[in-house]
């Protein structure tokens, strides 16, 4: 893919990655979210109501049956196969995937960080996919990030620590996408 242009996104469930990606999108890149093949998936196998969980568990499953890196094989299959040229991934969440997109030399990968409590408050004001309580959100948190789980489970910790950016999401979203803006200035354009 010459002279294409692909930034992924990782970092802690409610730490801000979907706003980051509708930021890059109204920037012109296409925007791919790594649980839209799981999400079909669910689909296919006749889940009525699509959990983080039934995601999670579909995502583990096929990394173990298809290798870590197959949400990054899908997704690069799909921007060759439509010619994006530039790509905002949403969601990575091992380092599988990381060493797929590692491989486009136009690969970025950014991090955004956020305090736990703050996260946990932004995921009560949004429409969730299941209703969360500070029971539920640190259950599928921890799971997200990695605790008790396999080398072809979820791995968000790792993956954070191997970003080429770190973007601190603790105030507003005006800070937020001014932060997100002179990411673009300094490393795309």
Known sequence: MKSSIIIGLTGAFGSGKSTAASFFESKGFKRITLSFFLEEEA??????KITREILQDIGNEWRKK???GILARRTLELLRKEKIGKAIIDGIRNIGEIEEFKK???FKLITIVSDRKIRFARLTKVERRESITFDSF????YRDLGIGEEKSGLQVAVCMALADVFIENNGTEVEFKEKLERFIEQKIL
């Not at 640190?138 to 948190?141: G, M």
Request: glycine content about 12%; hydrophobic content about 10%; overall charge positive.
């Open 104 to 106: 486009e030399k136009s």
């Open 66 to 68: 298809y290798g870590i």
């Open 138 to 141: 640190t259950k599928l948190d």
């Open 43 to 48: 689909t296919k196998r006749g889940y009525k």
